[in-house]
């Protein structure tokens, strides 16, 4: 039987070392223990190295250390693996640190390397405020998921820790919970890897880290189900997805622990909230922070058209334009449109929501540039009220991830709307109650069809840190002229507003029409309308561009980058 002692090290192929080592220096807080060729070996502790880097062409698996006990350990294994058919390749490749290795593929065709004795360095290590404990785990995408498995659980000796149903099994070789992640994908590739960090704590000031450094956080904080440890993941240079972590469970008895099978879902890898993974995490990808084709930095990566079961909340009709470095504005360009009575996109033309949270520390301000293009509703077969400000909108809406709160602006032919909602949370109509916070303001702007304007929201969370209750205030604007603000004391107590102060947002933005939401309660099917009634109604032609979230510091815009 071959004992894996612990995953001890991960080796990785990159085309840009340098970066990705500056990286893993700077950001991670691993250091450097030795070059040698092209390749660089890092480590967070005495020992030799938890990560090495080997130059390449393209991002790859170089290798996957696992650990065994001393040379007698590794000649069983050997013995082991050879009476299942499976004999070592020849290693050709340099690697300080550690004693005798030998190397074998997986069933998918990644390199793992058995080998024994990493070394221990005398020299201590910089000071520095935070670093990870050691190495993790790593979650491979797997061509056939049962297959891989077997081969970890039957070559290799892993037990079966957790399963999410036929897409993910977590396998341990010691206490750790899992060391290996097998996700099913058809194909073979790294999805991530993990370092451990201490505790909570260490977590949040990694957090802080990160945002200090302009290093995005793709998915978490949060915590997974299946080990029930607290992740975030965050992209090197090199387009590799790591992961940190904390308080992985520890399985001592192996005898009674029975493995559970979790739903497939998103609440399984992220209790607190439910979120689903950004689909550049699940394809293993993280992102070259100057890598505009996936996004501008300053908007995020991660801005998509928001799809609710088989709905995609985009006009057929419309184009996206994702941001380049040239132009760096994602965009989208909807044509005129014609009313029917069985096309559901008359309502909503698009919805685009952000991927990425951001942070409000120093406030934040949320822009759109917008042409509105509504003809006037006099005339329309509803009987609505011409005056009503809902019947070609655009909005932009701030909400905040831990207490539900939304400060909403909507605009629309001619009048402006701003408001700020909670929902959610426990608030004086009851859990989950939407409540206006705030009247809506309506100011006649008189905005001529065809025209563009700059709509924008401002967010100032006050004089107080972040996280202690005070005063803040949001503010619209429009074309930079205020037509609406708010102030209100965050605090947990009543009689003011019970909400948390907001410390990061999520962002979306919507272009629609509320055909079916007209203020006299008429909806959806829109009784009395002709079934062979078309008509173009609002001959809308609206583009939307996203650019320029900027940080508001007072009064004053600095953008977070040109
Ligand atoms: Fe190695
Ligand atoms: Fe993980």
Redesign the pocket.
């Known amino acids: 039987m071959i004992n894996i002692k612990r995953l001890g ?1 991960v ?1 990785i192929t990159v085309p840009n070392v340098g970066e990705t080592v500056d990286f893993y220096e700077q950001i991670v807080g691993l250091e450097v223990s030795e070059r040698d060729g092209g390749a660089v070996f890092l480590r967070c502790n005495a020992e030799h190295h938890c990560l ?1 880097i080997y130059p390449g062409e393209e991002r790859k698996l170089h ?1 996957l ?1 696992l650990e065994v006990t001393d040379g007698d350990a590794l000649e069983a294994a050997r013995n082991a693996l050879a009476q299942r058919g499976f004999h070592p390749h020849e290693r050709a490749y340099a ?1 300080p640190g ?1 004693g005798e ?1 030998l190397c074998y593929l997986d069933v998918d065709g990644n390199r793992i ?1 058995l ?1 024994e004795g990493m070394r221990s360095l005398d020299q201590p290590l910089q000071p520095r405020e935070i670093r990870p404990l050691r190495f993790g785990h790593i979650t491979l995408q797997s061509i056939e998921l049962k297959r891989a498995a077997a081969f970890y659980t039957d070559a290799l000796g892993f037990r079966v820790s957790d399963t999410a149903e036929d897409a993910v099994i977590w396998l341990r070789c010691n206490q750790d919970h899992h060391g290996i992640a097998l996700l099913n994908a058809g194909h073979a590739k790294v999805n991530h890897y993990a370092y451990d960090l201490a505790d909570w704590n260490d977590v949040k000031r990694m957090c802080d880290h990160l945002w200090r450094n302009d290093v995005p956080i793709i998915y978490g904080p949060s915590r997974h189900g299946p080990g029930h440890n607290i992740f975030i993941y965050v992209p090197d240079p090199a387009g590799n997805v790591i992961e940190l972590t904390t308080e992985l469970d520890q399985i001592w008895d192996e005898e009674r622990y029975v493995p559970l099978d979790w739903p497939n879902e998103p609440r399984t890898v992220d209790v607190w909230r439910g979120l689903p993974a950004p689909p550049n995490l699940l394809a293993g990808d993280g992102r070259d922070f100057d890598d505009w084709t996936a996004g501008s930095p300053i908007i995020g990566a991660g801005w998509h058209v928001l799809q609710a079961g088989d709905f995609t909340a985009l006009d057929p009709a419309a184009t996206l334009t994702t941001p380049t470095r040239e132009r760096p504005e994602f965009k989208i360009d909807i044509p005129r449109f014609t009313i029917a009575f069985d096309n559901p996109l008359d309502h909503v033309k698009a919805i685009v929501t952000a991927d990425r949270r951001f942070a409000t520390g120093n406030g934040l301000s949320v822009a759109v540039d917008m042409a509105v293009d509504v003809h006037g509703t006099e005339g329309n077969p509803f009987a609505a009220d011409p005056d009503d400000p809902r019947l070609g909108c655009a909005a932009i809406a701030l909400i905040d991830d831990s207490t539900g709160m939304v400060i909403n602006f909507e605009i629309s032919n001619r009048r402006v709307m701003a408001l700020r909602e909670l929902f959610v949370v426990t608030a004086p109509g009851g859990v989950g109650s939407v409540l206006p916070m705030a009247d809506p303001a309506l100011t006649d702007l008189e905005i001529e069809p065809g025209s563009w304007h700059r709509y924008e929201i401002r967010y100032d969370p006050g004089e107080d840190s972040v996280l202690t209750p005070g005063p803040d205030r949001a503010e619209w604007y429009v074309d930079g002229e205020l037509v609406h603000q708010i102030e209100w004391v965050a605090t947990v107590d009543p009689p003011a507003a019970p909400v948390i102060k907001p410390i990061r947002f999520s962002v979306n933005m919507a272009i629609f029409t509320l055909l079916d939401d007209l203020p006299d309660g008429r909806g959806g099917i829109l009784p009395g309308l002709d079934p062979e009634y078309r008509q173009t109604i609002f001959g809308q032609g609206v583009t939307g561009r996203w650019r320029n979230l900027q940080v508001s510091q007072a009064g004053e815009q600095q953008h977070l980058r040109t």
């Open positions: 090290h080796a090495a290798h250390g690697e550690h290795a390397e080998y």
